[in-house]
């Protein structure tokens, strides 16, 4: 199944603000979109979706859109994360759920650990990862970027940066990571 690409987005959502952002060249362009429920949504054509806070009321139109499964970083104890209810949606769609608790504060290498390992999963992809902002979740796709596909930093630094990866630190530990755990 595709998921779609700004060609085939309605007009409804171009008009409600959808806009493209450049992406480097030979990386994948990044479409950021208004979608009900869900909080700075942006995806990289067919392969990812990177955004911030979502409802499990906007579980279905993920579903809809393309995406097999979620992985959502946030901690259960952030304000408005509803993991379970959240986890009992995706299910319920027919959605593969992954929860990995990831502290921007206090990266831990244990979350990017397991987040490589559910994202190179057979049949995660196209996945739908999202954190509270998008910044966690840009940068465990950066982290996906440099260990698995082995991008040069600069490429998918800046593919990141359009998903919504805004933390320099973040950033520098997400490059630290890949290096020493490259796939």
């Not at 869900?38 to 392969?47: G, I, K, Q, R, S």
Request: with cysteine.
């Amino acid at each position: 199944m595709r998921v779609r690409t700004l060609s085939t987005l309605s007009s409804a959502v171009l008009a409600a603000g959808a806009w493209l952002v450049t992406a480097p060249a030979g990386a994948q362009q990044v479409t950021r979109e208004a979608l009900p429920g869900v909080t700075n949504f942006a995806h990289v054509e067919t392969t990812v979706a990177c955004a911030g806070a979502i409802t499990p009321d906007a579980i279905p139109e993920i579903k809809r859109m393309g995406f097999v499964s979620i992985i959502n970083l946030r901690e259960a104890t952030e304000a408005g994360a509803e993991v379970e209810r959240e986890a009992t949606a995706a299910r319920a769609a027919g959605l593969r759920y992954y929860h990995i608790p990831f502290n921007g504060s206090s990266p831990d290498p244990a979350a990017a650990d397991q987040f490589l390992d559910a994202i190179s999963a057979t049949g995660t992809e196209p996945a739908f990862i999202h954190c509270s902002g998008g910044n966690r979740a840009a940068t465990m796709w950066l982290i996906k970027r440099l260990a698995i596909d082995h991008w040069d930093v600069d490429r998918a630094s800046k593919e990141a940066a359009a998903l919504g990866q805004t933390n320099a630190t973040l950033r520098q530990w997400a490059i630290d990571y890949a290096a020493a755990h490259r796939r």
